[in-house]
């Protein structure tokens, strides 16, 4: 009884097995004659994966393939020597909704190109060659979200270039030779979320050319030829969390450029930026990321930073500061990062760190300090990292705190055994933080040697100097003498001989 159970569960248990294998035979064989029609219609040079995506690149292709799958929807040409585009070439194509032609020679869009694509979601016409746009490129794609125009030779946007765009999301116009951006140019645009204009030739921006970008959350101007900016040109971009501004020519920063914005980070660094005024980022209350590095900064204002309370990071590396006004980061709760490293620092406040709970951080590398005050290394208790290295400390009987210091939070110090004394000579290149008091006390014995000599060199010139002047008043007493004598013995002489 049992081995007849047992044999009629290994008919079913077989049974069940050659069904699935046959359900996956049919299943491959479907797909392979799928993947045959597929490629039978798939054009020469070209790669077609499913029966909606197509791939052409190839150097010797010249122009767009006749016979693309009509149902196409995502098209990608790329490394052809396809110099020119219009509506005959992609027309059929009217289920199209990412295209992307890219590196190739393309020099020319003629105007009705894309009438026929109005489903068009992302468009790509990157690291070509095309230098103008026509006005009416993109007048049929209303669904549009995507629009990408890198790495051209564009110099000049058509004031209506981008009208009716209502959906367009991302805009990248970066790596052109842009050199005006025309005002009103981005009206239409009220859904746009990223618009990139790095890496062009922009020296000059209308003081309303972003009213309208209400959604805008990240702009990138960087890498032009920006001297000033318009005052309140952000005025309206109140969802703006990222800008980036480096790499330009910027002398200063008024007071009213930046309106109240969510903005989480501003990258200003490599300007010509000199001073940074009271409440120049007053506006910025989200501000977390602040780089200000390779600038000409010589001044800061106490209330710089007035109001930047989430503030994480604030870099001020590569400029021309000497010093820093007491209160300087005051109030900031949430600093963790001070980059203060390539200055000409002589000295800091006492209290510059005081009430930083966060501050894990602080770079003061190649400046020219000479020591730190006590009440400053107490403030800084507990940060996790302090690089102090390149500075010219002067290891006299005062440099003592800073060395026990130093001995006491070793571990918070990197490069420690380059911090080193630069005075006096005796002590050159020797580690602060292995400094004896027998060093200190042989540079005492050798200080009071030192005075001694000066001293002593000091009184032999002073004696050498009055003798020597002494010498000099008394051979001008004999002389005037000797010329008074003269003078009498001439004029007696003179008496003698005169006629009576």
């Known amino acids: 009884m049992n081995c007849a159970i047992g044999g009629n569960e290994g008919f079913f248990v077989m049974n069940r097995i050659w069904s ?4 996956t035979y049919l299943c491959m064989l ?24 197509v791939q052409c690149q190839d150097e010797t292709i010249t122009e767009i393939p006749s016979n693309i799958p009509h149902e196409t929807i995502n098209l990608f040409i790329s490394r052809t020597r396809i110099s020119a585009l219009n509506s005959n070439d992609i027309e059929l194509l009217v289920s199209l909704r990412y295209f992307t032609f890219e590196k190739s020679e393309l020099s020319t869009v003629m105007p009705s190109t894309f009438q026929n694509n109005v489903l068009l979601n992302d468009l790509h016409l990157m690291e070509n060659k095309l230098q103008d746009l026509p006005v009416q490129l993109f007048s049929s794609l209303q669904n549009l979200q995507r629009l990408f125009l890198s790495g051209n030779k564009i110099s000049h946007l058509p004031q209506e270039l981008f009208r009716g765009l209502g959906e367009l999301r991302q805009l990248d116009l970066s790596k052109n030779a842009l050199r005006v951006i025309p005002e009103g140019i981005f009206d239409d645009l009220s859904n746009l979320e990223s618009l990139s204009l790095k890496d062009n030739q922009i020296e000059h921006l209308p003081s309303n050319l972003f009213s309208s970008l209400e959604n805008l959350v990240t702009l990138y101007l960087s890498r032009n030829n920006l001297v000033r900016l318009p005052e309140g040109i952000f005025l309206h971009v109140t969802r703006l969390q990222k800008l980036s501004l480096f790499q330009n020519r910027l002398e200063n920063l008024g007071t009213s450029v930046f309106g109240p914005l969510l903005l989480t980070e501003l ?10 005024e009271d409440g120049i980022f007053r506006n910025l209350t989200k501000l977390q990321l602040l780089i200000l590095s390779r600038n000409s900064i010589c001044s800061v204002s106490a209330g710089a930073f007035a109001g930047l309370s989430d503030l994480r990071e604030v870099s001020l590396h590569t400029n021309r500061l000497v010093s820093l006004e007491e209160g300087t980061f005051a109030h900031l709760n949430n600093l963790v990062n001070i980059s203060l490293r390539h200055n000409q620092i002589q000295s800091l406040p006492r209290g510059i760190f005081h009430n930083l709970p966060r501050l894990r951080c602080v770079n003061l590398h ?3 300090l ?31 705190p800073f060395r026990n210091w130093l001995q006491a939070h070793w571990s918070k110090v ?4 380059s911090v080193v004394c630069q005075t006096p000579l005796n ?4 580690n602060i933080a292995k400094l004896t008091d027998k060093d200190l006390g042989r540079y005492k014995r050798f200080l009071s040697r030192a005075m001694t000599l000066i001293a002593v060199t000091l009184i032999s010139t002073s004696v050498i100097s009055i003798t020597f002047l002494c010498c000099l008043f008394r051979r001008s007493l004999d002389r005037k003498y000797c010329l008074s004598n003269f003078s009498r013995d001439s004029l007696t002489s003179a008496n003698v001989q005169a006629p009576q």
């Open 20 to 23: 699935m294998n046959l359900r």
């Open 366 to 368: 190649d400046n020219s």
């Open 267 to 276: 990258w200003l660094y490599s300007n010509n930026l000199t001073r940074l």
């Open 30 to 53: 479907y797909n392979a004659y799928a993947i045959n029609a597929v490629l039978g219609n798939c054009p020469g040079k070209c790669l077609c994966e499913s029966s909606n995506k």
């Open 427 to 430: 002590l050159s290149r020797i």
């Open 414 to 417: 990197p490069n420690l055994t």
């Open 370 to 400: 000479y020591n730190l005050h006590t009440e400053l290394l107490n403030s800084l208790q507990d940060t996790e990292e302090i690089v102090l290295s390149q500075n010219p400390w002067r290891c006299d009987h005062d440099i003592i």
